[in-house]
């Protein structure tokens, strides 16, 4: 009896979990070596897949969308702005960006009713790393920006495409500095894949080399 007491508490405990898990929408714990996209897709092997889907759709290589991520919300699903304060009056976060690549309301209004908003979620990495690959597509095509030039897709990302064409950036050192950053690190990220590529690529039991694709 306390055996079957012992199973039931268990089973209640667990249920409890999940729907309370459900409910707070559990997030997913942000990669600890971020410096490395080997041990980011050690720690989320399906963000892996989910890199390689969008650079097959849109065109921009795993390593710049990751880069991409880690800047805007160091991998945090549920990244937001601070809020800004008067002294001890908050006067609210300065933009709507949300998310893993912190995409504001408008833009993603516009992702969506093209690219269907059924289930989309800008706290879900798999919706994440499209939008930012959509959003690069749209650059290359409006501004004629390389799929591989990190540094000015990232300012036409957080510019918007109206103000990187504008030059709006050209008075920004620190937003300078920071695309600068985020090209470095897809640099480093394209050097790291190289030694484990073949290793997520073939991970699923029905694949196997030479016909992973």
């Not at 929408?25 to 989320?44: R, T």
């Not at 800008?122 to 390389?146: C, P, T, V």
Request: glycine share 6%; aromatic share 16%; charged share 25%.
């Amino acid at each position: 009896m306390m055996i079957r007491d012992g199973r039931f508490q268990l089973s209640y405990t667990l249920s409890v979990f999940v729907i309370a898990c459900v409910a707070a929408g559990c997030a997913s714990a942000p990669p600890k070596a971020q410096h490395n996209i080997c041990s980011v897709f050690e720690q989320h092997p399906a963000w892996y897949d989910y890199a390689r889907k969008s650079a097959a759709q849109w065109g921009t290589p795993p390593q710049i969308q990751m880069a991409f991520v880690r800047q805007e919300s160091s991998y945090r699903e549920n990244a937001k702005p601070p809020f800004e304060w008067f002294l001890f009056i908050p006067l609210g976060r300065p933009s709507s960006a949300t998310g893993y690549a912190q995409i504001q309301d408008p833009v993603w209004k516009e992702y969506k009713a093209e690219r269907g908003s059924l289930f989309r979620s800008r706290g879900d990495m798999e919706d994440a790393l499209d939008f930012i690959g959509w959003y690069n597509h749209k650059s290359h095509q409006q501004l004629g920006l390389s799929k591989w030039n990190t540094r000015d897709l990232y300012l036409a990302y957080h510019e918007g495409r109206g103000g990187y064409k504008r030059g709006s950036y050209k008075k920004k050192p620190k937003l300078l500095q920071v695309a600068d950053k985020v090209a470095r690190t897809a640099d480093e990220y394209g050097q790291q894949l190289k030694q484990c590529d073949a290793k997520f690529r073939c991970r699923h039991w029905y694949q196997f080399w030479p016909f992973c694709s």
